[in-house]
């Protein structure tokens, strides 16, 4: 094979891995700009506040959840960092104070147990009483579970769209480097010769 001919298929191969990678820049940067507005939008749509630095709900939290909690006191939520620190800096501190540190299978398993108890004896006062107390324990761990789910998932997303922009302008470089490589190397055919590759 001659030099010409080395040039021409380096150089057309070149282009067509900058065609490929300015394309998947594209669409990476595409898909992570496509995750980071929706978790805004969906944050947003919420309307969660963290509360200010001097209010009673942020200076009951231990010191370690009120350090994580500062940074954004008295923001509306928007991003998924802060879904993230709201969600395991305030929902679960006070989850952890609705039943004893019990999670929401626990204590649904308790309120199950009970009722069918009560079932059997429904004239039970201190039954009843406890069936009570264990549904609004139930209820509020599962609302709670369910918004550090969903905050959770905000977080994981953001993250995700975070990775995708990196790996755009990663993409974007190596697409650009190969676009100049290939263009020298068509430029370098005009003056090859005909020589042999060794």
Not at 66 to 93: E, L, P, R, S
Not at 113 to 128: E, F, H, I, S, V
Not at 149 to 157: M, T
Request: hydrophobic letters at 50%; zero cysteines.
């Amino acid at each position: 094979m001659n030099r010409k001919s080395f040039d021409k298929i380096a150089s057309t191969i070149g282009l067509l891995l900058a065609a490929v990678l300015i394309s998947a820049g594209v669409l990476l940067q595409w898909g992570g700009n496509f995750a980071l507005g929706e978790v805004k939008k969906q944050l947003v749509e919420q309307k969660v506040s963290f509360p200010a630095a001097d209010s009673g709900g942020f200076k009951a939290l231990p010191a370690a959840d009120q350090k994580a909690m500062a940074k954004y006191a008295g923001q509306v939520m928007t991003t998924g960092d802060q879904a993230n620190v709201f969600a395991n800096h305030y929902i679960k501190v006070h989850m952890q104070g609705v039943a004893g540190g019990k999670v929401y299978e626990e204590v649904s398993g308790e309120f199950l147990a009970a009722n069918a108890q009560l079932k059997a004896t429904p004239t039970d006062a201190a039954l009843a009483a406890k069936v009570g107390a264990l549904g609004g324990q139930r209820t509020t761990l599962f609302m709670g579970s369910t918004l550090r789910g969903l905050l959770g998932f905000s977080y994981a997303f953001s993250v995700l769209g975070n990775i995708a922009m990196i790996a755009s302008y990663v993409t974007f470089a190596g697409g650009v480097l190969f676009l100049i490589l290939a263009l020298m190397g068509f430029a370098h055919l005009r003056r090859a010769e005909t020589d042999s590759v060794i």
